[in-house]
């Protein structure tokens, strides 16, 4: 039904940026909520930031003033801006949506998608 792509993960060292992108596919008629999660090694899926389809944002203190959430309705995809990484940063990123699909013929719903994960290593 709908596909969550994520990119731009990668190795970069302490002070650098990366920028990671997920694109949406498939039967969507909107996406409500768009953000990114992370999983460290022996760590729980914490929530990293999120953003509603008006704009509004939500940001983890931990990357407060580092991170940028962004996204283009049109093309449903969401991005992540990473500036100032530390190796504290250093994990899966996996993207996630709110999503109102269709299902078959009259059938809508709305339900929860995530992607497959990016890795983030941030290492000297």
């Known amino acids: 039904q709908v596909q969550l792509v994520e990119s731009g993960g990668g190795l970069v060292q302490p002070g650098g940026s990366l920028r990671l992108s997920c694109a949406a596919s498939?039967?969507?008629?909107?996406?409500?909520?768009m953000g990114w999660y992370r999983q460290a090694p022996g760590k729980e899926r914490e929530l990293v930031a999120h953003i509603t389809s008006n704009g509004a944002t939500e940001y983890a203190d931990s990357v407060k003033g580092r991170f940028t959430i962004s996204r283009e309705n049109a093309k449903n995809t969401v991005y992540l801006q990473m500036n100032s990484l530390e190796p504290e940063d250093t994990a899966v990123y996996y993207c996630?949506?709110?999503?109102?699909?269709?299902?078959?013929?009259?059938?809508?719903?709305?339900?929860?998608?995530w992607g497959q994960g990016t890795q983030v290593t941030v290492s000297s």
């Open positions: 498939g039967t969507i008629l909107e996406i409500e909520t």
């Open positions: 996630n949506a709110d999503c109102t699909v269709v299902v078959g013929a009259h059938d809508i719903r709305s339900l929860n998608y």
